[in-house]
């Protein structure tokens, strides 16, 4: 319950009660439930949904329900977006320089337009999915996007010689974690999609495996700021592949 409580602290802005403060090692035991919590967030949004789509055209109501998770979340991987688009371009293919710039502030000219970039097409990827498909999307998405993050951590290493947040994640989360949270994902998977579920959950675990290989290449490992920048483009991995199973 301790690691499913910190998973939800650290992943929403939904209060919950904490009596000490997590060690670095129950922090990253808690990414076995990185996905439940991202079910949990799409239940909600399938909620929201539901309430408003007779009040709502689609373009406005997907837009509505993509400002929600952003908000539920504290825009917590966003952050993650602009700090790895704004390394990867001013880095130059130097490793040290790209660390410093994902670990700056500030956010560049790349980093705020990739973020926006981005946002718009997840909103018009979920606005143009057929009605029938939208609670498996709502709740798929944001899953999927957690457990690559899972992932990521227990298949990488760490690139920062120094603490950062997400040392804690990589460095603490175990294959068991993994094994578990890909049992339930993919009977979650199984029951919104059917055979077409398997094909999303392989399709997506090849492209985190993919991101973690290019990182690691690129500077020697991964960081929060890339695990962030994961879950989102994970996300929009999801709807796009539900997009062409639905015609």
């Not at 539920?72 to 130059?92: I, N, P, Q, R, S």
């Not at 991964?222 to 592949?241: H, K, P, Q, W, Y």
Request: glycine share 12%.
């Amino acid at each position: 319950m301790n690691r499913f409580l910190n998973a939800v602290r650290f992943l929403t802005i939904f209060p919950m009660r904490q009596v000490t403060s997590p060690t670095s090692e129950q922090m990253g035991e808690s990414m076995v439930f990185f996905p439940l919590v991202g079910m949990l967030l799409g239940l909600i949004l399938t909620g929201v949904s539901w309430c408003f789509s007779p009040v709502f055209p689609p373009p406005v109501l997907a837009t509505i329900l993509i400002g929600l998770l952003i908000v539920m979340t504290g825009g917590l991987h966003w952050d993650g977006v602009a700090d790895t688009f704004d390394g990867l371009a001013g880095a130059k293919g130097d490793r040290n320089r790209m660390l410093t710039i994902m670990k700056d502030s500030r956010i560049g000219g790349l980093g705020v337009l990739s973020v926006c970039f981005l946002i718009v097409l997840k909103i018009v990827l979920l606005a143009n999915l057929p009605v029938e498909y939208w609670k498996r999307a709502l709740i798929l998405m944001p899953m999927m996007g957690r457990f690559i993050q899972l992932e990521m951590a227990v298949w990488g290493q760490y690139a920062r010689p120094e603490e950062g947040t997400g040392r804690a994640f990589v460095e603490g989360a175990t294959r068991g974690n993994f094994w578990f949270a890909l049992a339930g994902v993919g009977i979650i998977s199984l029951l919104s999609m059917g055979k077409a579920g398997f094909g999303i959950l392989a399709l997506c675990l090849v492209y985190g495996y993919g991101v973690k290989t290019f990182f690691d290449r690129k500077i020697g490992g991964i960081t929060g700021d890339i695990l962030g920048m994961a879950n989102e483009t994970s996300e929009i991995l999801v709807l796009i592949l539900i997009y062409f199973s639905a015609f």
